[in-house]
């Protein structure tokens, strides 16, 4: 069977939902279009969707605007601790890492467990792992910012990545510094199946941001994978970001990217702003805005 | 409105989707009723849901014939982590620790979480919070029974209970020592929500056992919430199961426990064996049997 998508290629990434701070709105919006340039240069080369997803998120680790990797939040002890995690549609694999120190590139560290028995790895055996298998390791001061040691809030931002390569396979990744302020150890939704990301290549792939306590209480990617072939992929996450209470800044809010089997693009989110940058094969320059009303603005 | 079950209490537990060795059939059929007693004493007593599925779970998490507390796999470090997951149908709060460490009841943990912000502590932090929170703590080596050592195979079992309340309330558990041999810091379905176990008090209660990826990967947990309302708490079970390639012994099998708002008990597996004990107020003695096929010839 031709995948509905024809061979073309589909990609979209987000920077988190959250609070864009005066000031920072270029940087957010350059940073998601970076991240978007390097995931379409994998997919216009031909490349596999878990490649684009992870290159697109790889830029984001790098970029301190961003809460994952360099950039990332602190915990209560100060230390940082990070999550992060991919899907590959094809088979359903996951690799995902939680509560990571120490590596410069979660996502990289998760895709390198597609290949193994466990999806999982956590803290110290996730450190581990990442060591024994090349990872490149960083000193936890590196992923600190100054930004974000002023930070008092309890930020939770995400970045993310789902895309559809030229053979209609789809991947979702995420990749989070975490909750400021959250205890040793805590895991919220990002690296989970069902709650942050899922990708099936039989439905689509999305990647969630935002309150991961709640969204993972509401294993609100399973939700948007159950509804998303009926509905298509944006009001099947508008439906799942209702669910969210939506109190603003560090309340239960969130926002979604996905896209569907059939290549077609869809994110929403109810939080005060989400950088998204989004392209597909044939469908001109890439888009990058910092929220549902900018864009309408367009 | 009152409860579709008139103020019964409903209560399934199970000691693993797994194999049970020639002569250890009496222990864990023993073992299931004694967690049962434990949780029906919470239930008649006009207790909550979620304080009889920790009362059930604790029984198992003591006995060794059951991988979980004492008893637990050892990993490829020949070390225990275990991981445990308690979800309260009546708010969809989650506590749930993975890769925890030196702690009789990693079920009480989860409980304790129930009230935080919080719902997933992993690793070093999980230990830690349990420490500071008054946890039962205990040398590794408590945990390590004899028969354990010996295993070879890639065994993997988890204990799990179900409860509705006579206030119409359903909770889900969930407690595991691990995939034996496994990387450390490795952690699969259990403890996770819509993966390993689901609770809502408008659809009902899931409790899974088995290949613990493969289980996190298909999202098993969410797939029977999603179909329990239409098809009742078995058939959900038998057709999320069926998605398991069920090769037997160590292979991608598992069964569950259920209960929906109305009080129904279901459970299903594709394991060699799933030992379950079940009752509800005003059905008579309990039940208990190790599979489906000791259940046909009752």
Redesign the interface.
Known sequence: MTPASEGRWALIVHGGAKAIEPGEEEANRRGVLQALAAGRAVLEGGGAAVDAVEAAIRVMEDLPVFNAGRGSALNEAGGV?MCAGL?DGRD???GAV??IRNVRHPIAVAKRLLG???????????T??AKENGAEMVAGEALVTEARKAALEAMHDTVGAVAMDRGGNLAAGTSTGGLAG???????DSP????GL?ADNHVGGVSFSGDG?TI????L???V??GMAEQGPEAAIRDAVERLPGTGGAGADGGAIAIDRTGRIGWAHNSPAFAVAYANEGGGEPRACLGKDEEARD
């Open positions: 601790e899907m359903l694999s996951v939680g509560a193994e028995k466990e999806i999982l790895l956590v803290g110290e055996g996730a581990l792992f959250a205890k040793v150890g805590r895991i919220g989970l199946p069902g709650n899922y306590e993972a209480r509401l294993a990617a399973a939700r994978m159950a």
